[in-house]
């Protein structure tokens, strides 16, 4: 693995970095510092700004308007973004069905839905979890029937991620009746105004509205608003195994930014005569989790070197994807010991802000909803066992 960057990687750096020196806007930056994920808002906001400036998709390949950033180009772009302390992009429309829909869709879908995740126009959500099928995401139950143009599709979606403002959804249907359970399920695209979707809010316990109940009450879809061939949907998800790949290799970058969030506010606590950051117990936990948050990068580089090198690195994903979520989870405690009691502020019912604002309540809200992370896209114990069949044979 080389680590070194060519010259034309180092002048993308100080592009990226003037860039966000400039356009990144401050109530953002300040959202991001105190933890808190954007609103759909500023997450609006910021896909805008990226796309006129022709990034609207960092990680798509030119000929769908992406940019055509090499992995290394990927991993710098979010170096410099996150030390500028701008938000990841959200992901559901550009990361996942983005490249399904690019790599199976038909002509018309691409020339419809591709420009408008571009231009953050659609919101997509993805509605694949149902009560009884999260892991066992196969034994889902949402059927999808054939009538003329239209699929009638009736059933019920959990947990759907920001349903609530999405325009669009993906969505896993039962078309068939196969006896292996994967072979009956479709991928249908959605429009979140037909009528018969109903979406009910979930409240997390980090008091924010990120996730939902959708209902489909005998919703009609027309048949081009299927994706590849009926009863293949299950596979199209596999498209992204590649691509995770690429992508997983920057989530210790991210990581070891929110660990410097960390390291500063140990030095602005005072403990006793000396801050927070002079308490020899403190700094060996905060060394402990640096260290492990640089070996978490460097594991992602390694998935970077093999991704452009063209080798399988099997399961390094979900090996990612745990020390990942298991650090942040880490991070975000070590962040509320440092603020002490300062970090117990919590929102009003109401929802209004506390005394000194996103600051008062953003670590706490970190913390909290950091403890999702070794439950979504996959819960850690089923990682666990990808890995047990893949890298270890079992
Ligand atoms: C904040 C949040 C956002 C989400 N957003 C979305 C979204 O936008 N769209 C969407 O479709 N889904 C979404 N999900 C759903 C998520 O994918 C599921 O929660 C996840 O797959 C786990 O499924 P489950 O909740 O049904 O738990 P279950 O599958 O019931 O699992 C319960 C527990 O049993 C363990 N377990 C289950 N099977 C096994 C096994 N074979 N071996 C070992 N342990 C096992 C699990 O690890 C877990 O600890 C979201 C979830 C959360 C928490």
Same mark, same amino acid.
């Given at each position: ?8 990687? /180092?002048?993308?750096? &100080?592009? *990226? $970095? ?12 300040? +959202?991001? $510092?105190?933890?808190? +994920? ?6 609006? !906001?910021? %896909?805008?700004?990226?796309? $006129? %400036? ?23 772009? &979010? ?36 420009? +408008?995740?571009?231009?953050? !126009? ?17 034994? /889902?139950?949402?059927?999808?029937? $054939? ?5 009638? #599709? ?19 249907? +039962? ?6 359970? %994967? ?23 980090? !008091? %924010? ?9 005998? #919703?009609?879809?027309? *048949? ?5 061939? &009926? ?60 260290? &492990?948050?640089?070996? /978490?990068? =460097? ?9 452009? =090198? ?57 913390? /909290? ?26």
């Amino acid at each position: 693995m080389n680590l070194a960057h060519s010259p034309e990687d /180092l002048a993308f750096r &100080e592009e *990226v $970095r003037a860039f966000c020196a400039s356009q990144v806007p401050d109530t953002l930056r300040a +959202r991001v $510092r105190a933890g808190l +994920r954007p609103t759909p808002k500023q997450f609006r !906001e910021w %896909q805008d700004i990226l796309y $006129r %400036q022709g990034w609207g998709a960092p990680s798509w390949p030119r000929e769908h308007g992406g940019t055509g950033w090499s992995p290394v180009q990927l991993h710098i772009f &979010e170096q410099e973004t996150a030390a500028a302390d701008a938000p990841p992009q959200f992901h559901q429309g550009l990361e996942l069905i983005g490249p399904i829909l690019f790599t199976y869709g038909t002509p018309a879908q691409k020339a419809y839905y591709l420009p +408008r995740i571009l231009s953050g !126009e659609d919101w997509w959500c993805q509605g694949y979890s149902e009560p009884q099928a999260g892991s066992d995401l196969a034994s /889902l139950r949402t059927r999808a029937v $054939r009538e003329g143009d239209h699929y009638i #599709v009736n059933g019920q979606k959990l947990w759907t991620s920001y349903a609530q403002v999405a325009s669009k959804m993906f969505c896993l249907v +039962r078309t068939g009746t196969e006896t292996r359970r %994967q072979d009956g399920i479709s991928l249908l695209l959605i429009d979140m105004k037909t009528p018969g979707i109903t979406v009910r809010p979930i409240q997390t316990l980090d !008091e %924010q509205h990120h996730v939902n109940e959708v209902f489909l009450d005998n #919703v009609r879809v027309p *048949v081009d608003c299927l994706v590849g061939q &009926e009863g293949r949907g299950w596979g199209y998800g596999k498209v992204l195994l590649d691509r995770e790949r690429a992508l997983s290799a920057t989530l210790g970058v991210r990581l070891s930014r929110q660990v410097a969030y960390v390291r500063e506010q140990a030095g602005r606590t005072q403990d006793g005569a000396r801050t927070l950051l002079d308490n020899p117990v403190f700094r060996h936990k905060l060394a402990q989790l640096e260290i &492990e948050a640089m070996a /978490l990068d =460097a594991m992602g580089l390694r998935a970077l070197a093999d991704n452009v =090198a063209g080798i399988d690195s099997g399961p390094r994903g979900s090996m990612l994807k745990i020390r990942w979520s298991e650090l942040l989870q880490r991070a975000t405690q070590l962040w509320i010991e440092s603020l002490g009691y300062a970090a117990a502020g919590f929102r009003a019912p109401d929802g209004s802000d506390p005394q000194g604002g996103i600051d008062a309540y953003g670590p706490m809200s970190a913390y /909290l909803h950091s403890r999702v992370t070794t439950i979504y896209g996959g819960s850690n114990e089923i990682q666990r066992n990808i890995i047990a069949r893949r890298a270890l044979d079992l």
